[in-house]
């Protein structure tokens, strides 16, 4: 493809193209830009880092074989590599229906360096939350990981789950509720096991 600053910033589209005839360099480029979201993505759905990177490099693996079939303008290749990687975190779920490992937590700090108890309750709450996330069915999961955690709006989101947008509003508010519903019953129960060991 050219200079590495060539590569660097070429297009999503030609990089893609130019993976097409084994260029590793614009992989490498594709993967630099894509691939924190990606793992984002698949630990919010999968609940755990070491399955979320497994999924990051099922996607890429599947960029690197399918780079020849791209279409440029069909979609965005981010949206599509979100597609990609949602039904993916979908189809292990479906066999593996995994369990919740908090000890993989890895807690997500805005900015500041709060104080330590102030960090352990912002932590104690994000696990709170991330094990709810894992209770809630799939299809729900993937609609609030995609547009609560990566930021994407109704229409992007589905259009990567290959759903109408309000099936998406659909999903997004029953989990939204089911969360509500979780997190105040663990915060009861949190609050009944205190009151028993005082």
Known sequence: MGGSARVQDAPDDELVAAVATGDGQACGVLMQRHL????????????????????AQEVFLR???????????????????YRVAANLC?????????TVDIDDYLPNLV???????????????AARVEAALQQLPERQRAAIALSHYQGLSNTETAEILDISVEAVESLLSRGRRQLRTLLATEKDELLRSRQTSA
């Open 90 to 98: 979908l189809d292990r779920l479906r066999r593996t229906r995994s």
């Open 63 to 81: 960029v690197w074989t399918h780079a020849g079939k791209w279409e440029p303008g069909r979609a965005q290749f981010g949206t599509w590599l």
């Open 111 to 125: 900015s500041g360096d709060p104080r330590p108890d102030e960090r352990l309750e912002a932590d104690e709450l």
């Open 36 to 55: 924190g979201r990606i793992v984002a993505l698949a630990r919010r759905m999968m609940g755990n880092q070491a399955d979320a990177e497994e999924v």
